[in-house]
């Protein structure tokens, strides 16, 4: 029986990892099927405290994952398959076998919600972002494509105008579904023009760069390349929860409903990360989580 199962191996389940390990909890790491979560798509970090020059995505995760193991945490590869709640205990079942503890932290995370074209995945992390924070300062004097049409496409071509010299935002609708707000700040920044009614067909790109787009019209099926130096996805994101469905509550979209401290409607199951925030989505958020739910799972444990 382990005292604490932590579900994912980003920043925020390697956070937890650490406090717990330190509480000589000896916590069990389900790496899970993206070991290391999207800090290992990112390039440089570098927004997160204490790294005045930047921190790759991958190596933060290593140093992370390396601090936990120092202090006891344990872990194990496999994909999490299903939680259930017998008692006061929880068996979590992954691709590898059973695992029964008293606590459970979940950090599984979200998926950015892709476009699905072959030359997307060919070129993401090298002109395809999906995060406008992590990655626009990277395009600074240059022209970018921000697809998407909600509150996040919005926010994210504003902030995206800091760097870019041009920002163009491509929606398959003829209307954004994006608040008069910000559809208001939108039409204000002449920085920014709008393409409606079209999607994006094909990412094009030379030398391992993005160099433009193809785009499709979907009334008039009139399609057209454009030159741009990015492409940001902003059409939503997917938490992996679903393997949840049932066990604890979760909000129409699948993010796990939780208190201000973490906990879930279930006792012991605790949850942090981008599985629970459909807001800020930030390395740096996730770690704060991910130290409240294993603080959170410690004072279970204790009582």
Same mark, same amino acid.
């Not at 099927?33 to 997160?48: A, D, P, R």
């Not at 950090?107 to 950015?112: C, E, L, M, V």
């Given at each position: 029986?382990?005292?604490?199962?932590?579900?994912?191996?980003?920043?925020?389940?390697?956070?937890?990892?650490?406090?717990?390990?330190?509480?000589?909890?000896?916590?069990?790491?389900?790496?899970?099927?993206?070991?290391?979560?999207?800090?290992?798509?990112?390039?440089?970090?570098?927004?997160?405290?204490?790294?005045?020059?930047?921190?790759?995505?991958?190596?933060?995760?290593?140093?992370?994952?390396?601090?936990?193991?120092?202090?006891?945490?344990?872990?194990?590869?496999?994909?999490?398959?299903?939680?259930?709640?017998?008692?006061?205990?929880?068996?979590?079942?992954?691709?590898?076998?059973?695992?029964?503890?008293?606590?459970?932290?979940?950090?599984?995370?979200?998926?950015?919600?892709?476009?699905?074209?072959?030359?997307?995945?060919?070129?993401?992390?090298?002109?395809?972002?999906?995060?406008?924070?992590?990655?626009?300062?990277?395009?600074?004097? *240059?022209?970018?494509?921000?697809?998407?049409?909600? &509150? =996040?496409?919005? @926010? +994210?071509? %504003?902030?995206?105008?800091?760097?870019? !010299?041009?920002?163009?935002?491509?929606?398959?609708?003829?209307?954004?579904?994006?608040?008069?707000?910000?559809?208001?700040?939108?039409? *204000?920044?002449?920085?920014?023009?709008?393409?409606? &009614? =079209?999607?994006? @067909? +094909?990412? %094009?790109?030379?030398?391992?760069?993005? !160099?433009?787009?193809?785009?499709?019209?979907?009334?008039?099926?009139?399609?057209?390349?454009?030159?741009?130096?990015?492409?940001?996805?902003?059409?939503?994101?997917?938490?992996?929860?679903?393997?949840?469905?049932?066990?604890?509550? %979760?909000?129409?979209?699948?993010?796990?409903?939780?208190?201000?401290?973490?906990?879930?409607?279930?006792?012991?199951?605790?949850?942090?990360?981008?599985?629970?925030?459909?807001?800020?989505?930030?390395?740096?958020?996730?770690?704060?989580?991910?130290?409240?739910?294993?603080?959170?799972?410690?004072?279970?444990?204790?009582?």
């Amino acid at each position: 029986m382990e005292n604490v199962v932590i579900l994912g191996s980003g920043i925020a389940g390697l956070t937890a990892a650490i406090y717990n390990a330190r509480a000589n909890l000896k916590p069990v790491v389900v790496s899970g099927i993206k070991e290391g979560g999207q800090l290992m798509l990112t390039t440089s970090v570098e927004n997160f405290p204490c790294f005045p020059k930047g921190i790759l995505g991958p190596e933060m995760v290593s140093k992370a994952r390396e601090q936990a193991k120092k202090f006891g945490a344990r872990f194990e590869d496999g994909d999490v398959k299903k939680v259930e709640v017998k008692g006061k205990t929880f068996v979590v079942t992954t691709d590898e076998g059973k695992i029964e503890s008293k606590a459970v932290i979940v950090a599984t995370g979200a998926s950015a919600r892709m476009l699905g074209l072959e030359s997307e995945k060919k070129y993401f992390a090298r002109g395809v972002h999906t995060c406008a924070t992590c990655d626009g300062i990277f395009y600074v004097g *240059k022209e970018i494509v921000v697809i998407g049409g909600g &509150d =996040s496409a919005m @926010e +994210e071509s %504003l902030f995206l105008t800091k760097h870019a !010299t041009k920002v163009t935002i491509i929606h398959r609708r003829d209307s954004f579904r994006a608040s008069k707000i910000m559809q208001e700040r939108i039409k *204000k920044n002449k920085k920014i023009s709008v393409i409606f &009614d =079209s999607v994006v @067909e +094909e990412v %094009l790109g030379d030398e391992g760069k993005v !160099t433009g787009i193809k785009i499709k019209n979907v009334k008039t099926n009139e399609e057209k390349e454009m030159k741009t130096d990015a492409v940001f996805l902003s059409i939503g994101h997917i938490p992996n929860t679903k393997f949840l469905e049932g066990v604890v509550d %979760l909000d129409e979209q699948g993010y796990i409903k939780t208190e201000h401290n973490m906990h879930t409607a279930v006792p012991g199951l605790f949850a942090a990360g981008d599985c629970q925030d459909r807001v800020y989505r930030q390395a740096i958020t996730a770690a704060g989580t991910g130290c409240q739910a294993a603080l959170e799972a410690e004072k279970y444990l204790e009582a």
